[in-house]
């Protein structure tokens, strides 16, 4: 998987969005940027990816910088149910080998 | 529907005994995956499937650690002589395909304590 560089925590105020930033500088014209997340004692929870557009679903926004070396995470309301380690991923891109390297992640602790 | 399941929630066990771990992917999924977490650390890659077969195993930490799935579908985990060192929460996801470019499902895992 190529590299990526995550800060080691971050705090945001409950209500307001969450930014959290990730550096994937070595990443492949065809490789995409995979976000999970891992509440406290649970399995790891898919968040939302994407290759070079902008992307959004129910649970976050994903913002690719135009020369893929970057991205941003944004949970635009956070909620104290999103205290969680985030982590960037960036999967080898194979049609033989799927698994995911998870690095140290973001613990990104939201408070009241 | 029904998401990853995984059984038993929480193993304790003597030291030197075996025990098995079961996955049971979301129905239709190809692909299969085990990683282990221990206390603290990061998630360790050890297996994967496409369909039955596992075409990489050299994630298995020592040749105590064997992992079976039959039928496309639920995948077993065996730890044989278990160590203190195997504690841990064991880790399976599901994706339908294996490229990279899957999503991976993962289950709640199985907490492993070995005393």
């Known amino acids: 998987d190529a590299k990526t560089t995550q800060p080691t925590s971050m705090d945001c105020a409950e209500g307001r969005a969450a930014n959290l930033p990730c550096n994937h500088s070595t990443i492949s014209g065809n490789e995409y940027v995979y976000w999970y997340r891992q509440i406290h004692s649970q399995g790891p929870q898919y968040i939302i990816h994407g290759l070079k557009n902008n992307e959004t679903n129910e649970m976050a926004s994903l913002i690719i910088t135009e020369d893929r070396k970057s991205s941003t995470l944004i949970l635009p309301h956070a909620t104290l149910r999103d205290t969680a380690v985030y982590y960037c991923i960036v999967p080898v891109v194979s049609t033989s080998y799927g698994k995911l390297t998870f690095g140290q992640g973001t613990i990104l602790t939201v408070h009241p | 529907g029904a998401g990853v399941s995984q059984s038993p929630s929480n193993k304790v066990t003597e030291k030197g005994k075996d025990v098995e771990l079961r996955c049971d992917p979301i129905s239709g999924h190809t692909a299969l995956y085990w990683y282990r977490q221990s206390l603290g650390q990061g998630l360790e890659f050890l297996i994967y499937f496409q369909g039955n077969s596992a075409p990489d195993k050299s994630g298995l930490p020592s040749d105590r650690f064997s992992a079976e799935r039959t039928g496309g579908s639920v995948s077993t985990l065996t730890i044989q002589r278990t160590q203190q060192e195997d504690s841990a929460v064991y880790l399976c996801?599901?994706?339908?395909?294996?490229?990279?470019?899957?999503?991976?499902?993962f289950g709640p895992g199985t907490r492993l304590l070995v005393l």
């Open positions: 996801a599901s994706s339908p395909r294996m490229t990279g470019r899957e999503t991976q499902y």
